[in-house]
């Protein structure tokens, strides 16, 4: 696949503090890719770097193969729609007049912006000021602005802050239909489980280093998570199926007629065989494997306080 962005082997040093260190990640053409991570791990630092705003110490950032911190870095930019984690627009402006003011600044036609208002469902409020509209409403504009001029790489920091849920589930539905257009997304985000249907790959990184990139399916390989297996249970036999399972198998929450299992890849398939040997005990089994909010916090909590 074509690589539309990469950081390769980049630290990114502020005197002592090293922000970002020794990441190497690549976005690919038509991919959504979730960068996750807590406050301080280095995502706003990964997102600046691409954004030509800020220079790695070491390592090379490249869209498109070109530096966009270099001599031809307006050029990349042109190629790149960012939506900031805090959207701050001017409140005296119509939606409509900041939409021509950053088509400007891009070097973009205007005659789009229209048709870009309505795409995020506030054409109604075009001729509006700004300082009129609601959080979900700036955040619509904000997006808005991102698409101006059908930029190949969109950088979302955080798009769903503050939303309602339908308007969480708009902006979801927005990146997908973006994806399937052919663009690519970086969404930087702290709500995992929302996102991980939403994306194609996942990058977790963690005080300044990349803990893991790729699928949902690749990551749950390399992190060898334990799968979750629920058991609706006879009133009272909790004690008797547990007492039959794998050592290896844990109990995490136990209820009168519920167990919720945490069973690791070893010794999974031991346990459902010892759970279909009780079928006088079980009434039900549900098997959910680790998601995105399971393998970050088993790769944070295995990486320790490394770095």
């Not at 690549?26 to 990964?46: P, S, Y």
Request: with cysteine; proline share 4%; net charge positive.
């Amino acid at each position: 696949m074509t690589r539309i962005a990469e950081w390769q082997g980049v630290s990114k040093r502020y005197r002592d503090v090293t922000a970002v260190q020794e990441v190497s990640l690549a976005l690919e053409a038509g991919q959504a890719t979730a960068l996750v991570g807590h406050n301080g791990a280095g995502k706003t630092t990964l997102i600046k770097l691409v954004l030509g705003l800020i220079r790695p110490t070491q390592g090379s950032v490249r869209i498109g193969g070109i530096d966009p911190a270099g001599s031809a870095g307006a050029q990349a930019r042109r190629a790149i729609g960012f939506l900031p984690e805090s959207v701050a627009f001017h409140g005296a402006m119509t939606g409509t007049e900041l939409m021509a003011f950053y088509a400007r600044l891009k070097g973009a036609p205007q005659r789009a912006n229209g048709e870009l208002l309505a795409r995020v469902g506030i054409a109604d409020a075009a001729h509006r000021r700004v300082g009129t509209y609601s959080k979900g409403m700036r955040q619509r504009l904000g997006i808005a602005q991102a698409l101006i001029g059908a930029p190949r790489l969109l950088l979302f920091d955080e798009p769903t802050s503050g939303l309602d849920p339908a308007s969480r589930r708009d902006v979801y539905e927005m990146i997908d239909t973006l994806r399937g257009s052919g663009a690519t997304v970086l969404i930087s985000t702290h709500a995992l489980a929302e996102v991980e249907n939403r994306v194609d790959r996942a990058a977790i990184v963690h005080r300044g280093r990349l803990l893991a990139a790729g699928t949902l399916a690749q990551l749950r390989h390399g992190v060898q998570a334990d799968a979750r297996i629920c058991l609706h249970i006879r009133p009272g036999s909790a004690e008797q199926v547990l007492a039959r399972l794998p050592a290896d198998v844990r109990c995490a929450e136990r209820g009168n007629v519920t167990l919720v299992l945490l069973a690791p890849p070893a010794a999974k398939m031991a346990a459902l065989r010892c759970i279909a040997q009780m079928d006088e005990l079980i009434e039900d089994v549900e098997i959910t494997a680790p998601g995105l909010q399971e393998l970050y916090t088993h790769l944070v909590d295995a990486a320790g306080d490394e770095g």
